[in-house]
Structure formats: C-alpha cells, structure tokens
Nanobody
Framework: QVQLVESGGGLVQAGGSLRLSCTAS????????MGWYRQGPGNQREFIAR????????TYADSVKDRFTVSLDNAKNTGYLQMNNLEPADTDVYYC??????????????WGQGSQVTVSS
C-alpha cells in the first residue's frame, strides 16, 4: 500500500532548527510534486512550501520565506522541509502532500500523517 510517512518533528527553542522528512513507500515511480502545510487547533490548513520534480521550482509562503527550504530527492522517494530560525508562531502540526506516479502507471495525491512541531520561547 502506498503511503507518505513523515518524521523529524519535535520540540525546539526559538531560533533553533528542525528538518522534516516525508517518504513515499510502496511501488512509486516518482514524486512529481511535494507540498508542505501546517495546521493549528481550530485553524485551516495553511500552505507553507512546494517543490516540483521537473525543474525543481519552489514556492514559499511569505511567513516562512528565507527561513524554510524545501527539497526533493527522488532517488530516496523523500522530500524535506528544512526549518531554520524557528519562532513560537511556527508551532503547529505539519503535513506533507505529494503527487505520486506509480511504477505500474497512474498517479495519486496523498497526505502524510502529520508531524508536531513545537517551538518554545
């Protein structure tokens, strides 16, 4: 069964760094695009960053630009979100979302299970 598995969340002090990983397991041919989102209690899911496999084009929300970096390694079926200079306002559950092409053809967009990121002041 194809799924996205996230790792790397945790507790960090303000100004610190964390790196989230999102790995596609199963019969995957490639990750075409991966996006990252975050959501706090009672809030809508907020777009953070996106990267395309074709050309490596990236897009960032203004709130994280110059602090967060998104990357993609299709050799490992894994995308990353490097978060630097973290602020307490970055505390949320972070989700990856990927458009996947399967080895036997076809594609599907999936969500990861979510990773809690907590930034203390």
């Amino acid at each position: 069964q194809v799924q996205l598995v996230e790792s790397g969340g945790g507790l960090v002090q303000a100004g610190g760094s964390l790196r989230l990983s999102c790995t596609a397991s199963g019969s995957i041919f490639m990750i075409n695009e991966m996006g990252w989102y975050r959501q706090g209690p009672g809030n809508q899911r907020e777009f953070i960053a996106r990267i395309t496999a074709n050309g490596g084009f990236t897009t960032y929300a203004d709130s994280v630009k110059d602090r967060f970096t998104v990357s993609l390694d299709n050799a490992k079926n894994t995308g990353y979100l490097q978060m630097n200079n973290l602020e307490p306002a970055d505390t949320d559950v972070y989700y990856c979302n990927a458009d996947l092409t399967f080895q036997l053809g076809g594609h599907r967009r999936l969500w990861g299970q979510g990773s809690q990121v907590t930034v203390s002041s």
